[in-house]
């Protein structure tokens, strides 16, 4: 059978059956500000109400559950600010002459395209409960028929027509162009760059001093400055179970540290042949790569380019053991024996001392110019919405949203 229990379109759709006070022209929030067209910035429960329903629908909940009735209020609160934040903003694309008058034939056919794509997203959304509903395997024709029922019902009983997809998918397009004009002019010269990898490595020498695990697992310490003695490792991983690392991290966390240790031990011991294996192949003359590409259960990192770590001095956060086998090694191509951790079985190697050539540096150098210029465009951005929230006040009808 592959009837399964989900939660219906018409569970949904009750959930905003909601307000019988507030009707669809009524207008919930609105500006307090004397200005010129003001209706251009009304929000109506209307237009509230087809988002939230869309919303309800995407989160799979049921208002009308006690247990979800302040969750869904909170919900209300977001959307509503939302939606304020979305006129601010269509407004201020409006004055600058980004507004919908604007768009040329190119970003027309671009939201056509952004249209014609979230119909698609929405109609995948159905495909599980179309699935559902069938007691025997469907065709590929019964379940697409079957999806589209779904959409069009969707369509029908919340009032979310395509005509409101293409609004919504035209007011995000400006919004974007309106943002892009804000941050045109922010750009990150030479001598910018050079006092942000200045003050990233001031911080990073401090953290790395204080903590090395702190250093490691903060991206921008990691790029700019690489700690005296760091190593470049690889390692074959053989895997403890999820359920086992998972309760050795309970243990850990809960402070009882002594029998985590016990714990994970008498666990490893249970895979230690498989790892045993592996450090044979490699005591016989294989290739550590070869060996790692065959056996290592954490082949995801491997083959994304991510298999080599960088281990400075007194990073113990994969544990003492992990720690002092990296710093016993003499020279890059040796490898450890085995080594426990809370993950499995690790063989370590020595894969090169960890230091960066010109054209690594200038790679990291980029790197940092796009953190900071993202950084400035965001600051930019945040001014805005401060501005607009500021020259745009609201009032909201908290009553009639339920808020």
Known sequence: ???????????????????????????????????????????????????????????????????????????????????????????????????????????????????????????????????????????????????????????????????????????????????????????????????????????AEADFAENPNVYVFDYANYGVFIPEGCRSVRQILIKLKDDVIESTEKMRADGDGEYADIYRDASLEQIKGKAEAALARLDAGEDFETVMLAVSDDKELIESGEGAYRIPPGFTYFGKEYHDAVFELSAPGDYSRLVPTDKGWVIVEFYSVTSYDGEQWEKVREEVRGLRLEFLKNNRKNDLAAELEEKYPYNIDRKKLRI
């Open 1 to 203: 059978m592959l009837k399964k229990t989900v939660l219906s379109l018409a569970a949904v759709f009750a959930l905003t059956s909601c307000n019988a006070e507030a009707r669809d022209g009524d207008v919930v929030a609105w500006v307090s500000a004397d200005i010129e067209n003001p209706e251009f910035m009304e929000i109506t429960y209307g237009y509230f109400e087809k988002e939230y329903r869309y919303w309800l629908y995407g989160v799979q909940v049921d208002e009308n559950e006690p247990e979800n009735a302040e969750s869904a209020r909170e919900m209300r609160e977001q959307l509503i600010n939302y939606q304020i934040n979305d006129k601010r903003y269509l407004r201020a694309a409006e004055d600058l002459g980004l507004g919908n008058d604007s768009l040329t034939d190119e970003d027309l056919a671009e939201i056509e395209v952004r249209v014609n794509e979230m119909k698609d997203n929405l109609r995948a959304s159905f495909l599980e409960e179309a699935y559902s509903d069938f007691a025997r395997e469907p065709t590929e024709e019964q379940l697409s028929a079957r999806v589209n029922m779904l959409y069009e019902r969707f369509l029908r009983e919340t009032g979310i027509d395509e005509e409101t997809i293409a609004v919504w998918s035209r007011d995000k397009y400006i919004t974007e162009k309106l943002l892009e004009y804000t941050v045109r002019d922010i750009s990150v010269d030479d001598a910018e760059l050079e006092l942000a990898i200045a003050e990233m490595k001031e911080k």
